[in-house]
């Protein structure tokens, strides 16, 4: 399985946005880049995915680099309770094979 | 509605005792998981079921057996527990190429 790179920890003040960084050197062309977070005390949670494009939801975007080895998770306007661990992970596309989580980025969020 | 419960929530036991934990979803998905997370916050797959048949069996002691008696139910059953074995366990599920979504956990203390 391709591997993600994080780093360990961000911190962000309350109300601006967060830009979490993601590389992914070895992503094959169908890979799916998704980002799930961890609130504590949680099981991780769904926050998006793409392929190549740019993606926007209601919780975040997903900025994908052309080449599309590296990514960035975009909070537009952090809250408190955005404070979480946040994975970056890859999928193969047409497998019911499990998503491989890495260590993750903890993001603190300052008041 | 909890989508995906398992219980229990907290499980503490002496060492070479038999515990089973268990999982259900009913959100119709045909794939459930079970992930480990360790001290470190690591979270690594150990089984993956579709459709009540085992698809993911990764490098986990024969101690752990997965049960799925329908495609909504993924129980884990420990044998001979070991003190390594503490931990939190997820359940999760997810359709084919879709989000998982992940259950609130188990925390697993061996004495």
């Known amino acids: 399985d391709a591997k993600t790179t994080q780093p360990n920890s961000m911190e962000s003040n309350e109300e601006e946005p967060v830009h979490l960084p993601c590389n992914h050197s070895t992503i094959s062309g169908t890979d799916y880049i998704h980002w799930y977070r961890q609130l504590p005390s949680q099981g991780p949670e769904y926050v998006i995915h793409g392929l190549t494009s740019n993606v926007n939801n209601r919780m975040a975007s997903l900025a994908i680099a052309e080449d599309r080895k590296s990514s960035t998770l975009i909070l537009h306007r952090a809250t408190l309770r955005d404070a979480a661990v946040y994975y970056c992970i890859l999928r193969f596309s047409g497998s019911a094979r499990q998503l491989t989580f890495g260590s993750g980025t903890q993001l603190t969020v300052l008041p | 509605d909890t989508a995906v419960s398992q219980t229990p929530k907290y499980l503490v036991t002496q060492m070479g005792n038999d515990k089973s934990i268990k999982c259900e979803q009913n959100?119709?998905?045909?794939?459930m998981y079970w992930y480990k997370q360790d001290s470190k916050k690591f979270l690594k797959i150990m089984f993956s079921y579709n459709n009540k048949e085992l698809i993911i069996n990764e490098t986990v002691p024969n101690r752990f057996s997965p049960k799925s008696p329908d495609k909504a139910h993924l129980n884990l059953h420990i044998n001979s527990l070991e003190l390594g074995d503490s931990a939190v366990y997820f359940c999760?599920?997810?359709?084919?190429?879709?989000?998982?979504?992940f259950g609130s956990g188990t925390q697993l203390s061996v004495l």
């Open positions: 999760a599920s997810s359709q084919v190429d879709e989000k998982l979504f």
């Open positions: 959100l119709g998905h045909d794939t």
